[in-house]
């Protein structure tokens, strides 16, 4: 007699009704969320900062190393961008039309 099982199931991705359902979803996933950030630091040595709000409207962080430092540095970021260094041909072309110029 075999038994027949379900298995997981892929679901509709669409705002839950139930408010109680909604709530239980949310921390689950808040959880794995903060989980897969605490593994990609580890794993890559990245500094990662996260804000949740919740249905009830608090507030979750998340930060490594700390949640002010990553948003304060991202806040520095965008005052003083760092410029990118561009490679490639047309890179190359621009360098060599600077050096012939001068």
Known sequence: ??????????????????????????????????????????????????????PGRKVFSFGNPDVRYVFNRFKIYHQNPFQLTEFGPSATIRDLNSILSQ
């Open 1 to 54: 007699m075999a038994r027949s099982r379900k298995g997981r199931r892929k679901i509709q991705i669409v705002k839950m009704e139930k408010d109680s359902d909604l709530q239980v979803t949310y921390s689950k996933r808040r959880q794995g969320l903060f989980k897969k950030a605490s593994e990609l630091c580890t794993l890559c040595g990245v500094e990662i900062g996260i804000l949740v709000f919740s």
